[in-house]
């Protein structure tokens, strides 16, 4: 007994120095090309706690929407089990609890959360995964009333999140639930047993608002417990495809084939601790690019190796892939800088600091590592900048984001509707924070409408300078979590827009032709092109 304690002992010391070099490496890893002057955020003060009751998955989550329809958003934020859900909104330089219930919302873990007008009627409604089952809260002038979806899920799964596309373009709200091990059968570093393993659930809309399971026939099983998944066009086909973010597994890939069909295509991601998920043209080529979050180095690979066999190669480290096209994606991790650091979970692109470029977001510290409770790490806040000729990510304390908290997810959203991207930190058994972007930059921002008719749509901004800039619209980025549907460009050093376009999956093309800059456009500005 006492040779165990004293392995014991030794084991935390060696981590314990371990992880005190990985600290101060994760902290001073890359040196940012120069001293880039940027506005701090403004933190505001935010009414809502998330309060972990350690009888379910310690997570939350969000969603951006504008439940009243009045064009400013609100923040539905999810409660550990016993918590109310809570719906926030912007009042007097705070976010406070807006006093909106949600019918017959119960006091569940509620996770994932997604903001969309399903029912096509103009108001915004949302789907929440919840510990007990999958609930739609449709939202009938700014009054919602709850049903809950029949999956039979079984007793030791749990649905994390839920992503929602019309996936074989017939005009209906599709659901795509990624399934998780319930929190008292989880097992860490469990790579290979098939009965900790949860099957994901493509749920086809009748119609109606009931739904088919096809995932057997879509070709879209998972293999693994699943966090988050989001659907994104990665080919240019108008068709939405499926990136699930595994857990103890491969990242997945589903090339959309049409009428209901996906075909799985390798990601070459290795075996990881895939958690979170950011979606963006990170290179502004045209096409979307994929972060996916992972353990890091915040852990020794001895204990996170599980049972892998000799042929699954274990991979921690976070992963960045350029879309090359065609489906295939080549991993620029390393070369964007973005090696080295520690445990993380959400993941999202946003241009911050509205200079043009996509910045990345990402939160970190893991709520069940002993070393994350002694020296926390900071979220990270990266903007993308060159060196040496060279594009990369770079971490800006500047930017006043610091967030030592157990973080979840980023959150976009633009809080006081002045056109420019705010940021929250969603934290597990934690504060929600909030911060107001101060950037001076120039910038344009398209504000598309919460519908399934927009999901998917490619959205592009032509300068005075020439430099073209897009973005997709997509839902369920980041972890458990639903940004707002707003887009942001900032545009450098251009002083106008001549052009911008949006085309959606059906092929019809809206345009204005110089729009001014420093403005929010509404769906309203735009013609409709022959």
Do not use: C
């Not at 940012?32 to 506005?39: D, E, F, N, R």
């Not at 600091?353 to 926390?376: C, F, S």
């Amino acid at each position: 007994m006492r040779i165990i304690r004293i392995l014991g002992i030794i084991l935390l010391l060696l981590a314990v120095a371990a992880y005190a070099g990985i600290s101060t490496l994760d902290e001073t890893i890359r040196v940012a090309p120069s001293k880039l002057q940027v506005s701090a955020f403004q933190e505001i003060p935010v009414s809502f706690e998330h309060l972990w009751s350690k009888t379910a998955h310690p997570f939350s989550g969000a969603a951006v929407i504008d439940a009243d329809g009045d064009g400013a958003p609100e923040i539905f934020v999810g409660g550990s089990e016993g918590q109310d859900d809570q719906l926030l909104e912007f009042r007097d330089g705070m976010l406070v609890d807006s006093g909106v219930k949600f019918g017959a919302s119960s006091k569940m873990a509620t996770y994932g959360s997604t903001a969309l007008d399903l029912d096509d009627d103009g108001d915004t409604d949302l789907v929440v995964a919840r510990n007990d089952g999958v609930y739609l809260h449709l939202n009938d002038g700014g009054k919602f009333t709850s049903q809950k979806v029949p999956v039979p899920f079984g007793k030791d799964e749990v649905p994390m999140s839920v992503a929602v596309s019309d996936i074989n373009g017939d005009g209906h709200a599709d659901l795509y639930i990624s399934v998780f091990i319930s929190f008292p059968a989880f097992k860490a570093a469990t790579f290979n047993d098939p009965d900790h393993a949860k099957k994901n659930r493509l749920l086809l809309n009748n119609g109606d608002l009931t739904f088919t399971d096809i995932t057997d026939r879509s070709g879209t099983a998972s293999k693994q417990n699943t966090f988050t998944s989001a659907f994104a066009d990665l080919d240019g086909d108008g068709r939405p495809d499926l990136v699930v973010s595994q857990n103890t597994g491969e990242v997945e890939l589903y090339r959309n084939l049409g009428g209901g069909r996906f075909e799985a295509r390798p990601s070459n991601s290795g075996y990881g601790f895939w958690m979170g998920l950011g979606i963006g043209d990170v290179d502004n080529d045209g096409d979307q690019d994929l972060f996916f979050s992972n353990l890091g180095v915040s852990i020794p690979a001895f204990l996170t190796s599980g049972d892998l066999k000799a042929s699954q190669r274990h991979a921690p480290e976070w992963l960045l892939l350029r879309n090359e096209g065609d489906f295939k994606f080549t991993d620029v991790t390393k070369d964007h800088g973005l090696t080295g650091y520690g445990f993380s979970w959400g993941a999202v692109f946003e241009d911050v600091n509205l200079d043009g470029r996509l910045d990345l977001m990402v939160a970190q510290n893991y709520i069940k590592w002993p070393l994350h409770k002694i020296a926390p790490l900071g979220s990270k806040a990266f903007l993308q900048q060159d060196k040496d000729g060279k594009p990369g990510f770079y971490h800006y304390d500047a930017l006043r984001l610091d967030n030592r908290h157990f973080a979840q997810t980023p959150l976009i959203a633009d809080l006081n509707s002045d056109g420019r991207p705010d940021m929250l930190w969603l934290n597990m058994d934690g504060p929600l924070r909030a911060f107001l972007n101060t950037s001076k930059s120039n910038f344009l921002t398209i504000a598309v409408p919460d519908t399934l008719s927009y999901l998917g749509a490619n959205v592009r901004v032509e300068t005075d300078k020439g430099a073209l800039y897009t973005r997709q619209v997509m839902g369920s980025i980041g972890l458990m979590s639903d940004q707002t549907s707003k887009l942001f460009f900032g545009l450098g050093n251009a002083k106008a827009v001549s052009r911008v376009s949006i085309e959606t999956t059906t092929g019809k093309i809206l345009a204005v032709d110089a729009p001014g800059i420093n403005r929010t456009l509404q769906i309203g500005d735009f013609t409709e092109q022959p």
